[in-house]
């Protein structure tokens, strides 16, 4: 294949692509769960041969879709969405048909220079103060390990990264229960360790207790640990609460610690300005992290790191051997020193397409649906017999359940078999519990309504 079957193919994919999404709907969101069944129709071993791409489009054609769980489906309701926006999609077609590595300024000013640009796009339209700057990393797992590995550095003034942690005090960081597990994941490979995540109790709205956070910093300084930070939840995964961001970063800032605010999902609605009450304060902390590719249909993967002053955050991650000096520029900026891998893709291209095309306002029309939909599913779905929501919608999150956990998963179990909506589960104080999200980018009020019928007509 070189690059004029390319042009051919490229065409051809962009008609198969069309299909597919006009086709969604008809299809079942989640892939079929029989295990084996796409990889046994692969060979065994690797072609010796060139193959026609013929052949290769025609079994891509015939054995990918059926094991998909089809996330641009209208009625995927699972998890969070990774929604993407067509003008998305085309960005990430141009993105790959130039296939920079956007490293150094140098090694393409216009991957820096647009994404710099789309930061302070994003730092607007989220309402954020002047002054915070930033970076997109691939997923809000990253991100946060990138603040956590920062705030280990600032707390031993950098002496982890050259003298290792073995001879250091014992470092202590504090978190809601409701944080997501990325931050049990950072705290692990950032060498702190599970046990010095302190779990902060949560009060009656899911709030971590500022007093419960003051109260665990005091007593782990007494005991001589070393505090270096906190993690906010804005959004949580589970069922989407929020810390209230100006009394914990009070809490923090008055024993002199940095904040990271963990937003990966709800980041995106607070482009809604009715929304930001719900993260006031935030102004406070030091990063804070949001996916655009859940909410804002910048499609997979496009995590945006804000950060109220870089400095330590290159000085922990930034390395600068010989051969990535950048010839006598320093003015510009190497995202490569803000962020764990050294290499980066052209990730802000389809920021840039997707904030256009649709405009802040046409991105809020459908931030502030999902809400609504959400709202009106969840007093539809409590007029059901047997059916209580347990968590009320929290921006377009919900959850609900039945009498006892049996009877709720047998009833998420007969929902997804059918194949009309999908919908996942969660755990909520002890219960089993379905929960619900609405976010995909092409979604409708009828996409909204089917759920109801199914859980109706499954009970
Ligand atoms: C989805 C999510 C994450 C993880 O996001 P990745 O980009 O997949 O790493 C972290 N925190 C919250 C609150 C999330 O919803």
């Given at each position: 294949?070189?690059h004029?079957?390319?042009?051919?193919?490229?065409?051809?994919?962009?008609?198969?692509?069309?299909?597919?999404?006009?086709?969604?709907?008809?299809?079942?969101?989640?892939?079929?769960?029989?295990?084996?069944?796409?990889?046994?129709q692969?060979?065994?071993?690797?072609?010796?041969?060139?193959?026609?791409?013929?052949?290769?489009?025609?079994?891509f054609?015939?054995?990918?879709?059926?094991?998909?769980?089809?996330?641009?489906?209208?009625?995927?309701?699972?998890?969070?969405?990774?929604?993407?926006?067509?003008?998305?999609?085309?960005?990430?077609?141009?993105?790959?048909?130039?296939?920079?590595?956007?490293?150094?300024?140098?090694?393409?000013?216009?991957?820096t220079?647009?994404?710099?640009?789309?930061?302070?796009?994003?730092?607007?339209?989220?309402?954020?103060?002047?002054?915070?700057?930033?970076?997109?990393?691939?997923?809000?797992?990253?991100?946060?390990?990138?603040?956590?590995?920062?705030?280990?550095?600032?707390?031993?003034?950098?002496?982890?990264?050259t003298?290792?942690?073995?001879?250091?005090?014992?470092?202590?960081?504090?978190?809601?229960?409701?944080?997501?597990?990325?931050?049990d994941?950072?705290?692990?490979?950032?060498?702190?360790?599970?046990?010095?995540?302190?779990?902060?109790?949560?009060?009656?709205?899911?709030?971590?207790?500022?007093?419960?956070?003051?109260?665990?910093?005091?007593?782990?300084?007494?005991?001589?640990?070393?505090?270096?930070?906190?993690?906010?939840?804005?959004?949580?995964?589970?069922?989407?609460?929020?810390?209230?961001?100006?009394?914990?970063?009070?809490v923090?800032?008055?024993?002199?610690?940095?904040?990271?605010?963990?937003?990966?999902?709800?980041?995106?609605?607070?482009?809604?300005?009715?929304?930001?009450?719900?993260?006031?304060?935030?102004?406070?902390?030091?990063?804070?992290?949001?996916?655009?590719?859940?909410?804002?249909?910048?499609?997979?993967?496009?995590?945006?790191?804000?950060?109220?002053?870089?400095?330590?955050?290159?000085?922990?991650?930034?390395?600068?051997?010989t051969?990535?000096?950048?010839?006598?520029?320093?003015?510009?900026?190497?995202?490569?020193?803000?962020?764990?891998?050294?290499?980066?893709?052209f990730?802000?291209?389809?920021?840039?397409?997707?904030?256009?095309?649709?405009?802040?306002?046409?991105?809020?029309?459908?931030?502030?649906?999902?809400?609504?939909?959400?709202?009106?599913?969840?007093?539809?779905?409590?007029?059901?017999?047997?059916?209580?929501?347990?968590?009320?919608?929290?921006?377009?999150?919900?959850?609900?359940?039945?009498?006892?956990?049996?009877?709720?998963?047998?009833?998420?179990?007969?929902?997804?078999?059918d194949?009309?909506?999908?919908?996942?589960?969660?755990?909520?104080?002890?219960?089993?519990?379905?929960?619900?999200?609405?976010?995909?980018?092409?979604?409708?009020?009828?996409?909204?309504?089917?759920?109801?019928?199914?859980?109706?007509?499954?009970?």
């Amino acid at each position: 294949m070189n690059h004029d079957d390319l042009r051919i193919w490229s065409k051809r994919a962009a008609d198969w692509a069309h299909d597919y999404h006009a086709t969604l709907r008809d299809r079942p969101v989640r892939a079929p769960l029989i295990p084996g069944a796409i990889a046994r129709q692969l060979p065994e071993v690797p072609p010796e041969a060139p193959e026609p791409i013929e052949a290769i489009f025609g079994d891509f054609a015939r054995i990918v879709p059926p094991g998909l769980t089809h996330w641009q489906h209208p009625r995927f309701f699972a998890y969070f969405p990774a929604n993407a926006s067509p003008a998305s999609m085309l960005a990430e077609q141009l993105a790959n048909a130039i296939a920079a590595q956007g490293m150094l300024w140098q090694t393409s000013p216009a991957v820096t220079e647009i994404e710099q640009v789309m930061i302070d796009w994003l730092r607007q339209a989220l309402g954020l103060a002047e002054g915070f700057t930033g970076t997109i990393h691939d997923s809000a797992t990253t991100a946060t390990l990138s603040a956590i590995l920062t705030m280990r550095e600032q707390a031993l003034d950098w002496a982890g990264l050259t003298e290792g942690l073995s001879s250091q005090p014992r470092l202590r960081l504090y978190a809601s229960a409701e944080t997501h597990s990325s931050i049990d994941k950072a705290v692990r490979i950032a060498g702190i360790g599970q046990s010095n995540l302190v779990k902060i109790p949560t009060d009656a709205s899911l709030s971590m207790r500022p007093e419960a956070l003051d109260a665990a910093i005091t007593a782990d300084l007494a005991a001589g640990f070393q505090p270096i930070g906190v993690v906010l939840c804005a959004g949580g995964t589970s069922v989407g609460a929020f810390d209230r961001m100006g009394a914990c970063i009070a809490v923090a800032k008055s024993h002199g610690l940095p904040v990271h605010v963990d937003a990966a999902w709800a980041g995106s609605a607070m482009i809604c300005p009715e929304f930001r009450t719900l993260w006031d304060g935030v102004d406070g902390a030091d990063s804070i992290v949001f996916n655009p590719h859940k909410w804002l249909g910048a499609q997979f993967d496009c995590a945006v790191q804000f950060l109220r002053d870089p400095t330590p955050q290159v000085k922990t991650l930034g390395l600068r051997p010989t051969y990535l000096e950048t010839a006598g520029r320093e003015e510009v900026v190497n995202f490569n020193e803000w962020t764990v891998p050294l290499g980066r893709r052209f990730r802000a291209l389809k920021l840039w397409f997707t904030l256009r095309a649709y405009g802040l306002e046409g991105l809020r029309a459908r931030i502030r649906n999902h809400v609504t939909w959400s709202r009106e599913l969840a007093a539809a779905l409590a007029e059901l017999p047997g059916v209580s929501i347990v968590t009320h919608p929290s921006l377009s999150l919900f959850t609900f359940a039945l009498q006892d956990d049996a009877a709720t998963e047998a009833l998420l179990a007969r929902i997804n078999g059918d194949g009309r909506v999908y919908l996942t589960q969660t755990r909520h104080q002890g219960r089993y519990v379905i929960r619900v999200q609405i976010g995909q980018f092409d979604c409708t009020q009828e996409d909204v309504c089917m759920v109801e019928q199914v859980v109706r007509a499954f009970l």
